[in-house]
């Protein structure tokens, strides 16, 4: 076995030496993604296992020995089931509402369950403290409550639901769209009940997806950092804030990275569980001729009651962003509501380099990490090479690896000679480009997995060489891809938080970080005033990259653009 | 250019089964003149595509030589090589307009572009494509994109043209013009062409010569009348058009080299031009539904057979019969001239008979 695969190997090494160029691609990239994803996870683990220099395991003695981080496991773990369980039910719903009947308002409510992916994360829990907090505009104000228990438990749950039912939303909705309609107009045709055609027909058919979804949106939870760091509290520890606190707070660093390796372990086997089974064990329609959806099987009665439940949600949405909006344009917040603008003053000045250095270091990592992804895409899908499968899987890694275990690992693995790069601009490129690359290389795969390979043989055919076959067929094809994997990305890189707060310094700071740093200095109007500006950069990036694609391919038939 | 295969092999490893191998060509040798148009025909999985993708250089062969002219071309990669293929899917750049898709491959040569429009242009002119210069190719019909696809291989004048089924994606109607269409383009350019198709009509109409494959091994090379009248294996007949195997015996060989044979209830004397055989050998004579002639009757001393319709299907110019032999054997028959020689019912007794120069002797 061990012989064929190395000749194999020797037989591709062979083919690849025929192209020089190829081999340095595939050599560089195979070297920037052991150094910037693989090195700096095992520095995680060495640190957590090694703290004295030899194996021991002490470090995870003394952190099951705590009661309090055991307390933080159990926590992490339980709200990510329970998010998993609300978020989807909550995106089901949704997804649902929207893909079978015919509400009123549809693209209103689709809007409304995609805009908490284009905002920061831990909008949710700003608007929450606004609402319901000490001072919170509903608790205090229109019900008069004192102390109402909003750190903690309950608080964090509906801020992570809120947060994330919208992947679900967009999982499910995309799983729905793909079960033929017709499925259930047969099924009701064969006399079955409406309620018995989705129990025993449409659920079946979307379990899969459902079960995937409930996946992602476990890792997703477990991994967060925004909202567990506002809204969590020291009564209810959550394993990401604890572990950065050991590592900000005590700079403990042993006991930092065990505790991001108990935060790895889940999240990765999750991770790959979701991948490599859950995801393979979709059900694909076969119908010859495009379906149109009937939306006959949904009652009159079913569909209003839908209706109110997306309505109760929509509305809950936009609460949080009215109260963010208003409580950027008001003194202070809960207390005095004359309008002013001078948060949004505070940002332009004082807060300004945030906006900058957010804005240079996105705009410079997201196409990096689009083109870089294009190629690995390319490399992967379209050639033979040993270590392809290596490649593949770490340079997906950093989808399944926690940001605050990222983080630790670059904080551990950079700051000392030949590789100090803490406190640089470097720092933060190389960790946004690594962390983003799988959205480029998802989009990019998925592209090509839709490209004809003929084409490109036809380019060869023609006299190409595989450089000018890339540059002028594969790669013109995958444009598109690269502009939709774009988007993803700068979003990402915009509302990123949990891996940058341990890399920002003096000289390079975030506007996310900005805003955390201001919520827990109790400045909540310039906290508000910094997510708006940051969604409206987010909104105009993805209105003018959008206004970009439809006049360079709208030309096309729009068949490119729809890859 | 003329073209050589010598020995070729080409041993996959199976996908599924990391030590199992799949031959899918084997010991493949043929020579192909200048100017020649060769059609691989074969059932699908026989090796034609195969065979065809490592003339352009798309797969490299396990063993043998791929002669280009008097150069053996087995280390030049696809885009050295001077064969130009036109695909099954017709692989048109979609980012690219019609014209910028046809003058692809001069601008990879460096061509200057004055020169380049010029050529497209020309090219164009001579396949009726001239209006379609700045359309998109999604706003293509298929006979078009078919064309397309035609003219950016041949603009390159390549030394050989390779056709991988390409026809195959086109309505009936459109695959008949077509050939005509790629058969005249060929002649007109004199361009040395491999055809691959599974269609034997298609095969029949745009070859010189037929290359018959199978299971990765050449049946037979021949014209199309030759693969058609004298099939060299059972494999050929059957694969080319519908035939009838009837058991015979023989009983001697002539001077001639003619055989003479027991069939049914007569003798007769056939060629053979595949086997050596001695008398008391059972072998099969191969004979076309068309070459045999049916009329009514009870049994004729005469004729080789006597039996009952089966089915008579009338098409108008033609009727298709099957005929019970001896209760057991189904001959099929066809007759082309139903008004003079009339359409029997099934139940009919016929007699059947042929002429035995359509005939054709082969071993069992």
Known sequence: MSDTWGRRSLRQLRQIANDPLLLIVILVILASLVLFIIYPLSKVIITSFLPDGKFSFSVFKEVFSSWYLRQAFYNSIMMGILTAVAGVGVGFVFAFTLARTDIPFKKFFHLIAIIPIISPPFIGALSIIMLFGNNGFISDHLLHLQNIKIYGFRGLLFAQVVTFFPVAYITLRGVLDSISPTLEDAALDLGGTRFKVFRRVTLPLALPGIASAMLILFVETLADFGNPLILAGSQFPILSVQAYLQITGMYDLPKGSALALILLVPSISVFFLQKYWVSRKKYVTITGKPTSSTLKSVSPIAKWILFAVCTFFALTIILIYAAILWGAFVKVWGFNNTFTLDHFKYVFSVGFGAVKDTLIIAGISTPIAGILGMVIAFLVVRKEFPLKHFMEVSSMLSFAVPGTVIGIGYVLAFNSHPLLLTGTLLILLLNFIFRYVPVGIQSGVAILRQVDPSIEEAAIDLGA?????????????????FFSGLIFSFVRAMTAISAVIFLVSSNWNLMTVQIMSQVESGRLGAAAAFSVILVLIILAAILIIRAILTLKYGRFGGTTLKF | MSLKLVNISKIFKDPDHANKEVVAVEDVNLEINEGEMVSFLGPSGCGKTTTLRIVSGFE???????????????????????????????????????????????????????????????????????????????????????????????????????????????????????????????????ITSIYVTHDQAEAMTVSDRIVVMNEGHIMQVGTPFEIYSHPANKFVADFIGRVNFLDSIVEEKNKDGKYLVHIGKNVKLINSSTGNFTKGDKVLTVIRPESLTVSIGEKDSGSVYNGVVEKAVYLGATVEYDIMVDGREIISAVTHNPVIEGVFKSGDRVNIDFDPAAAHLLGE
């Open chain 1, 465 to 481: 060489d595989s450089r000018s076959t890339f540059r002028r067929v594969t790669l013109p094809l995958m444009v598109p891809a």
């Open chain 2, 60 to 190: 490299n062969p396990t063993t043998g030589e791929v002669w280009l002219g008097d150069k053996m071309i087995n280390d030049l990669p696809p885009n050295k090589r001077d064969t130009a293929m036109v695909f099954q899917s017709y692989a048109i750049f979609p980012h690219l307009s019609v014209g910028q898709n046809i003058a692809f491959g001069l601008e990879l040569k460096g061509v200057k572009a004055d020169i380049v429009k010029k050529e497209v242009e020309a090219i164009m002119a001579t396949m009726n494509l001239t209006e379609l210069y700045n359309r998109s190719p999604d706003q293509l019909s298929g006979g078009q994109q078919q064309r397309v696809a035609l003219a950016r291989s041949i603009i390159n004048k390549p030394s050989v043209l390779l056709f991988d089924e390409p026809l195959s994606n086109l309505d009936a109607k459109l695959r008949d013009l077509m050939r005509f269409e790629i058969r005249r383009i060929q002649q007109s350019f004199g």
